[in-house]
T-cell receptor
């Protein structure tokens, strides 16, 4: 069964450093997403990406964050100047369409900012 | 805006007990509804979904019926197993809205099943 692959599985970084979280969506999927889950809290939407541009973003997704998919087969989330409160599990997801389609999630990257 | 409310956890059951996890939603459009499961140390897996009113989603013995009149999508299983211990998330996607398919999640319900 096709999978969404995320790397690394765990990243520890110092406050103020930049991190890049990587995702390989399912090959025929067109919509890409990033979500995050702070420990013990609900899963929160960060951003959706379609046709090589951001289609929607949440209030959380401020100038500190950026996404890109230069070749359409990889999808990255960059967090500049990380803060302690960025510590969370970050999930990538992809979908063939939106709305009624299922979303396939990766296993997540646990980001720890120290 | 859209929101999803799940029953407070954690839920602790004995094996073979009946499970209900309540989920209600608020949406501006005509949402699709989902249940996701997260096993310890793993990502989110789609458990079941329903895309319109009165649809019933089912998988692995779990069921949920899309009730538009009560804006609910309660998860049920007749006989739980130890292997069902996980966190369960109810979610919606506003198919008819301008949202590009983002999911709005409930807060999650921890289920622990004892032998």
């Amino acid at each position: 069964e096709p999978e969404v692959t995320q790397t690394p599985s765990h990243q520890v970084t110092q406050m103020g450093q930049e991190v890049i979280l990587r995702c390989v969506p399912i090959s025929n999927h067109l919509y890409f997403y990033w979500y995050r889950q702070i420990l013990g809290q609900k899963v929160e939407f960060l951003v959706s990406f379609y046709n090589n541009e951001i289609s929607e973003k949440s209030e959380i997704f401020d100038d500190q964050f950026s996404v890109e998919s230069p070749d359409g087969s990889n999808f990255t989330l960059k967090i500049r100047s990380t803060k302690l409160e960025d510590s969370a599990m970050y999930f990538c997801a992809s979908s063939a369409g939106h709305g009624n389609y299922g979303y396939t999630f990766g296993s997540g990257t646990r980001l720890t900012v120290v | 805006g859209n929101s999803v409310t799940q029953m407070e956890g954690p839920v602790t059951l004995s094996e073979e007990a009946f499970l209900t996890i309540n989920c209600t939603y608020t949406a501006t459009g005509y949402p699709s509804l989902f249940w996701y499961v997260q096993y310890p140390g793993e990502g989110l897996q789609l458990l079941l979904k329903a895309t319109k009113a009165d649809d019933k989603g089912s998988n692995k013995g779990f069921e949920a019926t899309y009730r538009k009149e009560t804006t609910s999508f309660h998860l049920e299983k007749g006989s739980v197993q130890v292997s069902d211990s996980a966190v369960y998330f109810c979610a919606l996607s506003d198919a008819g809205g301008t949202s590009y398919g983002k999911l709005t999640f409930g807060q999650g319900t921890i289920l622990t099943v004892h032998p």
